[in-house]
């Protein structure tokens, strides 16, 4: 295998623009435990994630209202409902596709997860699999130097 790593990427807690949430300075994981909360199912390495951060904080991982791995149901609840949620940093370097979400002020005692590109040794990548690889390394410049 060839590894080649193209960003760092934290986890962060984001909410609706108009939640309360948004407007502290600063907010400890333990205060936002009884929260509505939605992330991934079970399993999944990014609810592993979510719930070392909770263990890291000597919190107990609170039961998510709603599980799924569909990123658009998640956001409709945060935006919609009141919801919190965890999503990749990278996530919001978009600002005009999840203008209604805001980080929240929450320091996640979680390491980031490295995102990069593995291919197989001495193997040929066919034309369509070079012009993808080129095309995520180009999306992946500004997200190394800003996150």
């Not at 996530?91 to 980080?103: I, M, Q, V």
Request: hydrophobic fraction near 45%.
């Amino acid at each position: 295998m060839v590894v080649e790593k193209l960003f760092d990427d934290d986890i962060v807690t984001v909410a609706a623009m108009q939640n309360p949430w948004t407007r502290r300075r600063r907010i400890e994981l333990a205060e936002l435990v009884n929260e509505p909360w939605t992330w991934h199912s079970s399993g999944s390495v990014f609810s592993t994630l979510v719930a070392e951060a909770f263990r890291a904080s000597r919190l107990k991982v609170p039961r998510a209202t709603v599980y799924t791995d569909a990123t658009n149901v998640r956001i409709r609840l945060v935006v919609d409902k009141g919801f919190l949620t965890f999503v990749p940093a990278s996530f919001l370097k978009f600002p005009a596709k999840h203008a209604a979400l805001r980080k929240l002020p929450v320091d996640l005692p979680t390491p980031h997860r490295q995102i990069g590109i593995f291919t197989l040794k001495n193997r040929t990548l066919s034309p369509l699999a070079q012009l993808l690889i080129k095309c995520a390394r180009e999306v992946a410049k500004p997200l190394a130097k800003g996150l």
